[in-house]
Every structure is written in C-alpha cells, then in structure tokens.
C-alpha cells in the first residue's frame, strides 16, 4: 500500500510539471447575483513562460514570472492561470491559462474572469466581483 501511494505521489509530481505552488494568500471574492469565486494567491519554484506581443515594438518576446493563481470558479470548477502581460485589458493585474481559454485579472479590491468564445475570437466577462474576505 505504500508502494501504491509513492507510486502515486512521484506519477502526480510528474504531470504537474515538477514546479511547486507555494500560496501566498487567499481571497474570496462576491458579485451582485451572490456568486463567489475563490483564489489562491502564490508561487511557482519557477518561472512560467508565455510568448506575448511587446506593445514597445509588436515583436513577439517572452514574459516569465512565478506569480500564479488556483481560482475555483462558482459551479466548483478549478482553473490555474499564471501572470502574463496584459496587452488585453487597460488595467489590472492579469493571469491566463496556459491554452488561453480563461482570464483572470485583479484590480485592487475586485477581480474579473473571462472565459473564450465559441468563435475563439474574444473574451466574454463571466464574473466580476469584489473582495468579501482575504486571508493570509
């Protein structure tokens, strides 16, 4: 049985990538219709790379950083998103999931998720909150 469970451990290890989260803090956040969505704050023990445009030249750079996010959204769904440039949205602090189908962006006390269209041509808002709790 302790074979089993190692076993398991190493194999879970494996698919997450081998980075580890470390969170930092967490946040609850409420909308007007009494949905919540939850967010863990934290680290990577490293970086996470994503090719974005560079709004100085419109080449195509890299953009690194160990800042992520674990949002349960409020049916129960969990998605990861880690920081990225927001070349998307005019303020805020923004997240994507590594295939780009959700974004999270936080501004102050609220927070917005937007989720990709059928067409796969934009983002639609599917949850705009404010902070009800934080915890460190």
């Given amino acids: 049985m302790k ?22 803090h967490t ?11 939850g967010v863990e704050n934290g680290t990577r023990s490293k970086d996470h790379v994503f090719k ?5 030249n419109g080449k195509e750079v890299e953009f690194a950083s160990s800042l992520m996010v674990r949002v349960t959204l409020p049916d129960g769904d969990r998605i990861v998103c880690y920081q990225t440039l927001n070349d998307k949205f005019p303020i805020g602090t ?23 269209t059928a067409d796969r041509r934009d983002y639609l808002l599917v949850f705009e909150g404010n902070l009800a709790k934080g915890k460190e």
């Fill in 52 to 56: 974005v445009v560079s709004p100085g």
């Fill in 94 to 116: 923004m997240y994507m999931t590594d295939d780009k189908e959700w974004i999270y962006i936080t501004n102050g006390l609220m927070c917005r998720i937007y989720e990709m």
């Fill in 3 to 24: 074979f089993r469970l190692a076993s398991c451990a190493i194999v879970a290890s494996l698919l997450a990538g081998c980075a580890s989260f470390t969170p930092t």
């Fill in 27 to 37: 946040n609850v956040f409420l909308n007007e219709e009494g949905f919540v969505v």
